[in-house]
């Protein structure tokens, strides 16, 4: 069943699968079955981070499906992202470790820096003043790429990439590297189709992946009269036609664009139906019409840490 899902090459020969499970968000008490769900459903592909709290229960997930004989290590993709309180070079290994460790793995198959800003180091992973404000740090993400290239070197990760940054700043890690990112992974749907910053990337080689690709509605800062893009009355009436639900046409729309996607979900129902995407393409005129729903609606702008010298979000072109 997970063959039919395609892959995408990287600059370094590695694969992906363009589809896989987000876990950003996912509780620990749901995401240990979502995750197990998701593997007998044929999903070989789960998106992780450290931040994100869970790492340990997707472990344990891992564990009882690699114990159960039905699929193995090398059958799955896993990626998973350092965290901003370890940016400095020395850190970064031991990052990689925790959630190794968590993950109950020997590597990981890509390793993404999550954010561009280094925040305070060996504090909690939201260090705050006695404001309530970030506390930051200087570390440059061109000295903390050369850390992730020596774990390729190490073989504690298979491929190596960013997230969140922006234009200029993948500039200055291209800059820099030995190794070459191999995958940018940005929000993406179509509110914030991000075709400017995928161009830039793909004539660098650059692989993307987006997350919140269905308008991430459990975000934890949401509005009740913020717009949902699930519920867009022009992405309804192209899901429709096609006789499939809006999510299915948002996570289709970034397959047919070549794009690798990541919804994520701890609901078995809608775990199956994200994965009936592969048996329909969207036309062109739609995939147009889609794309002009950009409104530069960004909805994970990172406000915690304006005011960063590094954020991606503030005075960038893209
Ligand atoms: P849940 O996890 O409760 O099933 P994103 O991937 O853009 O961050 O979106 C995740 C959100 O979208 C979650 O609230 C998830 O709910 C919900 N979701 C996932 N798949 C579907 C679907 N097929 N239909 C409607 N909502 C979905």
Request: aromatic residues 10%.
């Amino acid at each position: 069943m997970a063959a039919k899902v395609p892959k995408v090459k990287f600059n370094n020969g590695n694969e992906i699968p363009i589809f896989g499970l987000g876990t950003w968000k996912s509780k620990p008490g749901e995401v240990e079955q979502a995750v197990k769900d998701a593997i007998d459903i044929g999903y070989r592909h789960i998106d992780c981070a450290h931040v994100y709290q869970n790492e340990q229960e997707v472990g344990k997930a891992l564990k009882a499906k690699f114990s159960e004989g039905g699929v193995k290590r090398e059958d799955l993709f896993i990626t998973t992202k350092l965290w901003n309180t370890y940016h400095r070079p020395d850190l970064v290994e031991k990052n990689l470790k925790i959630s190794l460790a968590d993950l109950g793995l020997e590597y990981v198959d890509l390793y993404l820096i999550h954010w561009p800003m280094a925040y305070k180091e060996d504090a909690d992973i939201f260090p705050r003043d006695s404001e309530g404000n970030i506390v930051f740090s200087d570390v440059d993400y061109v000295d903390t790429w050369k850390a992730l290239e020596k774990l390729v070197e190490k073989g504690l990760a298979k491929s190596i990439g960013l997230s969140n940054f922006n234009k200029k700043q993948i500039e200055r890690v291209l800059a820099v590297a030995k190794i070459q990112p191999a995958n940018l992974q940005v929000e993406c749907h179509p509110y914030l189709n991000q075709s400017k910053l995928i161009d830039f990337a793909r004539s660098k080689g650059i692989t993307v992946t987006a997350y919140s690709p269905l308008g991430s509605p459990d975000r934890p800062w949401a509005k009740p009269d913020d717009p949902q893009l699930l519920d867009d009355p022009k992405l309804l009436q192209i899901a429709k036609k096609y006789n499939k639900t809006s999510a299915q046409v948002l996570l289709r729309y970034q397959v047919d664009r070549g794009i690798i996607v990541i919804p994520k979900s701890v609901t078995k129902s809608r775990i199956q139906q994200n994965f009936e995407i592969f048996d329909f393409s969207l036309s062109k005129e739609d995939i147009e019409k889609l794309n002009a729903f950009d409104c530069n609606g960004r909805l994970v702008p990172m406000t915690a840490a304006l005011g960063h010298k590094h954020h991606p979000f503030e005075n960038d072109e893209y």
